[in-house]
Structure formats: C-alpha cells, structure tokens
C-alpha cells in the first residue's frame, strides 16, 4: 500500500488571539508541515495532495440540515460550537474567514483523502476529524462532520455501496458522538472509539453489551495501559469486521499527557507506538484507510502530527 498527505495551508485556523480564549494551536498544521519540509523537502510534493477549494454549502446537505448550515451566519451560534462565547460578539464575516473556511477546507480534504485511499492507499489529511459534529449542530469545535460527509458522498456516487464495509477506529480522547450519531443503526460502519469517560461528551449511555467495541477509559489512565488495552481490543475488531472497504482513523493527539482537555495521560512516545501500531495493523490486512488529526491542545501536539506523517513516508513502498 502507498501512503499519501493531504494538506492545505488554509487548514490553520485565522482568529487573532484564538490561544488566549482556548487551549488550541491555531497553527499547528502549518507547522507540522514545515517540519515534513525539512525533513523530506522535494519528496514530499510526490506523495501529497493539496486542497484547493474549501466544500461548499450545497455539498454539505448531504450530511447536515439547511437550517444548521444557515445558522452559521450567526456569529452566536458559531460561538457556541467552539464553546467560547467572548465570538458572539466579533463580526460573522471574520467567524467565516477565521474559523468556519478552514473547517470547510478540512472537510474537502478528508472527502480527497477517502477518494485516493480507495485506490488501495493510506491517506492522512493533516486536518479533520470533527467527530462532534451532528446533522443539525456542531459541537466540540465541529462545524461538519467530514468522516460522515466523506462516507456518504461516496455512496451517493457509487463509489462505495450501502453494504460496504466502512471503519472507523476512533482515538482521539474525547468520545465521537456526532459520528456515532449518523451510523448507530447502520451496520454497514462499525465503530471502535477508545475515550475518557470523564470528560466532554462522558459516557455512552446504554447496555455496553451492545457497543463492545465503544470503549470508556478512566481519567489518568497511563501508557501502559493505554497500549495494553489497545492492542488487545483493536485485533479483536478487526477480526470482527473482515475485509472492510475503508477505514477511518482519528489520530487525536489529545491522549498526550500534556493535554489539558483529553487527561488520559499518555506519553509521548507512546502516542507514536499507538500510531504506529494502527497504522502497521491496517497496512498487513492491506485496508484502504483515511487518517485524520481530531483533537490535540497541546503545544506538542503538530510535532506528533508530524511524527505520524514521517512515519507513514518512511515506508518502502510510499515513492
């Protein structure tokens, strides 16, 4: 399998003193590929893939209802989604350029991921994975939810039918409620999400016998835990689900112990072996896959990004 990059520079979010109102690194995809710059200069053009355009309104409405799409225009309800409400007061044309643009290029670039990871490779867009986006809201920092937007945009092109199996193997820390809200009762998407139950969304309500897979970690876990209760569960996941025609990984880099929202307390070189075991597990079993940065507020969290995106050039097979 080869492996590819998707980018845009339009990742980065645009707001002036976004730092001081959350705990995230506005710029960290840029940053991350200056680091991927540096190491692999010209190579890199012959294995990435630049956005260039953002996904436009009507595409959307495959995925999300006209009535959230259109309340974006409203600098409160943008506000609310980010969760900071100092927004509601900045003008909705700087929200757009700002915030709302470089989601809508992020989303672009996990829909051009899936495209090329269909042709057998393993594809990361160094953007996306908004996993709390819902049909009719945002949530989490989630304007869209590209992994759904991808996934039904190629059924609707017939690229992928409603009996092929899709993944998603969800590690970011925080629990993927809006994914999981598209595709609980379709059982065509199995889903693996590994994520700290004590905070933002908290725990999955019902009986756990019916989402074995959905699995809730206690605040503070550790690495060594982290990583034995991974690589004995994913296996077994896979194992249950055979020959998938795609999968989706969220590479959350906000298990790392350093993070000040995910508290899952894992270190990072442990972070890397999470990576790079997904990534070794998915390239054996030769499953198309769409890779994608979720969550991470750390100010080490684009020198993972860049880590994970090293590793997969690296690979004898990605020139």
Request: proline share 5%; hydrophobic share 40%; net charge negative.
């Amino acid at each position: 399998m080869k492996s590819r990059l998707i980018f845009s520079p339009n990742y980065d979010f645009g707001i002036m003193g976004l730092e001081k109102l959350h705990p995230f690194d506005s710029k960290k995809f840029s940053k991350a590929w200056s680091i991927l710059l540096q190491e692999f200069g010209g190579k890199l053009s012959g294995v990435s893939s630049y956005v260039t355009a953002p996904v436009n309104e009507e595409a959307l409405g495959v995925i999300h209802s006209k009535d959230y799409l259109a309340s974006l225009s409203e600098s409160k309800n943008v506000a609310s989604v980010v969760e900071i409400p100092a927004l509601r007061f900045v003008p909705n044309a700087v929200l757009q350029k700002g915030l709302i643009e470089p989601a809508r290029y992020a989303t672009a670039g996990t829909l051009l991921a899936a495209r090329e990871a269909l042709e057998s490779n393993i594809v990361f867009n160094l953007g996306g994975g908004f996993h709390h986006a819902f049909f009719d809201h945002g949530e989490g920092f989630c304007f869209f939810a590209d992994a759904a937007f991808a996934i039904e945009t190629l059924r609707a092109e017939n690229q992928l039918s409603r009996n092929d199996k899709v993944l998603m193997i969800d590690l970011d820390a925080h629990r993927g409620n809006g994914f999981t809200s598209f595709y609980e009762n379709d059982k065509s998407v199995s889903i693996f999400d590994m994520y700290n139950m004590q905070v933002y969304p908290g725990l999955k309500q019902g009986d756990p016998d019916d989402f074995p897979f959905i699995i809730p970690l206690r605040s503070g876990l550790g690495s060594a835990e982290y990583l034995q209760t991974l690589k004995a569960e994913l296996p077994l996941f896979l194992e249950s689900n055979p020959e998938p025609v795609l999968a989706f990984y969220n590479a959350g880099t906000d298990i790392l112990a350093s993070d000040k929202l995910g508290g899952l307390n894992v270190d990072y070189d442990s972070v890397k072996e999470r990576d790079q075991f997904v990534i070794d597990l998915l390239r054996e079993r030769n499953i198309p896959t769409v890779i994608m940065t979720s969550g991470g507020y750390s100010k080490d969290s684009y020198k993972l990004v860049a880590d994970l995106a090293a590793y997969l050039i690296r690979a004898p097979s990605s020139y």
